[in-house]
């Protein structure tokens, strides 16, 4: 599950912190990228020292750059982390967008609640945290079972 609960004594602030999966690691990322460098010089074989290569080869190394610039702008976008507290006696939600700038909501945590729509929200499952005249989303970008199971996790949360 791509969220996890850092301090989940009881009696204690809980802190959860989300995060959209990754499923291209590092390694993955350096791999691909060198397979298909490799994959695109094969129908270069035949036309070593030819002027065709020359005619080629620039083609080649865009398809190349194209799928790195892809790559790297997918991981960026996705580097969102949520930040839930909850306190004693506040809750506090934090969001870290892909370009640093941060949304925060804080509440209550006796007036919170947490909300899930099956089917009126943007995705299925939508879940929201309700206080002080706003509501927030939280883990839009996990997948429907995530969702649901995060709801649960909430409820449990914020009932003790």
């Not at 397979?35 to 070593?48: D, F, H, N, R, Y």
Request: with cysteine.
């Amino acid at each position: 599950m791509p969220y996890n609960w850092t301090r989940p004594e009881a009696g204690a602030e809980r802190e959860l912190h989300l995060w959209p999966h990754q499923s291209l690691p590092p390694r993955g990322y350096a791999r691909f990228l060198g397979l298909t460098a490799v994959l695109i010089c094969v129908p270069l074989i035949p036309v070593l020292g030819s002027a065709l290569l020359w005619g080629l080869l620039p083609f080649l190394l865009l398809a190349l750059f194209g799928m790195k610039f892809a790559l790297d702008r997918s991981r960026r976008d996705h580097q969102i982390l949520e930040v839930l507290t909850i306190g004693p006696d506040e809750a506090r939600l934090e969001r870290i967008n892909p370009d640093g700038g941060r949304q925060s909501w804080h509440c209550n945590r006796y007036w919170a609640s947490v909300e899930m729509h099956d089917n009126d929200g943007p995705v299925p499952h939508y879940v929201t945290l309700r206080g002080c005249g706003r509501e927030v989303e939280i883990g839009a970008f996990l997948s429907e079972d995530e969702r649901v199971a995060l709801y649960g996790d909430l409820k449990s949360a914020f009932t003790r």
